[in-house]
């Protein structure tokens, strides 16, 4: 069974450009969560999606993140504009529906801003 | 507000002994408990979970124990190896409604030593 896929694995931009990661879910994963890591800490949940719908987001930066799981399947991560702050690795995660005390995690993206 | 501590940062075994990890937590809302392991460069992969309504759970090597009363949970690892050095997160579900979400601690870097 193929794990979750994310890409790019490493990428470095500087302050005010904008990023884009993606995620494609183990297959049959309903839900799938984007989170973020900054050094030293735990994750922390940005948004979850339970097919193409978002279940929670109240810790995403709206005014410069965005996700989205059109289809129900991959998704996509937006930072725009990216500040100093946001360098961070970045994790996507799927589960089957309802289990989510049983997260499979990708090998996340390492974002340095410059 | 951290609802889930670890409160070690780090702990150092010899092969071969027990390795026991520890975690606080605060909210009483929690069902579902659950410990991740971390390699460098990868994601956190799911080890092992109990449910709030058991005080014990065991898997091979593995067993973590949960004291409601204490609000206390740990993870012992009997024999240690040295392929268990890595970091080990300890995160729990909230299960509001429609919205199941991990809370996650800081992590507790172990290393064995052969």
């Known amino acids: 069974e193929a794990g979750v896929a994310q890409s790019p694995r490493y990428k470095i931009i500087e302050k005010r450009q904008s990023v884009a990661f993606w995620c494609n879910p183990i297959?049959?994963?309903?839900?799938l969560y984007w989170y973020q890591q900054i050094l030293g800490q735990g994750p922390k949940l940005l948004i979850q999606?339970?097919?193409?719908?978002?279940?929670?987001d109240s810790q995403l930066p709206k005014d410069r993140f965005s996700a989205e799981r059109l289809k129900g399947v991959d998704s996509t991560l937006k930072i725009q504009p990216a500040k100093l702050e946001d360098s961070a690795v970045y994790l996507c995660?799927?589960?089957?529906?309802?289990?989510?005390?049983?997260?499979?995690f990708g090998p996340g993206t390492r974002l340095t801003v410059t | 507000d951290q609802q889930v501590k670890q409160n070690s940062p780090s702990l150092s075994v010899q092969e071969g002994r027990i390795s026991i990890l520890n975690c606080d937590y605060t909210?009483?809302?929690?069902?579902?408990f659950l410990w991740y392991k971390k390699y460098p460069a990868e994601g956190p992969t799911f080890l092992i979970s109990?449910?709030?309504i058991k005080d014990k759970n065991e898997d091979g090597r593995f067993t973590v124990f949960l004291n409601k009363s204490a609000k206390h949970l740990s993870l012992h690892i009997v024999p240690s190896q040295p392929g268990d050095s890595a970091v080990y997160f300890c995160?729990?579900?909230?299960?509001?409604?429609?919205?199941?979400?991990?809370?996650w601690g800081l992590g507790t870097s172990l290393a064995v030593n052969p």
């Open positions: 909210n009483s809302m929690f069902d579902y």
């Open positions: 995160a729990a579900r909230i299960n509001a409604g429609n919205n199941r979400k991990l809370i």
């Open positions: 995660a799927s589960s089957l529906s309802g289990r989510t005390h049983e997260q499979y």
């Open positions: 999606f339970q097919n193409n719908g978002v279940v929670d």
């Open positions: 297959s049959g994963h309903a839900t």
């Open positions: 109990i449910s709030s």
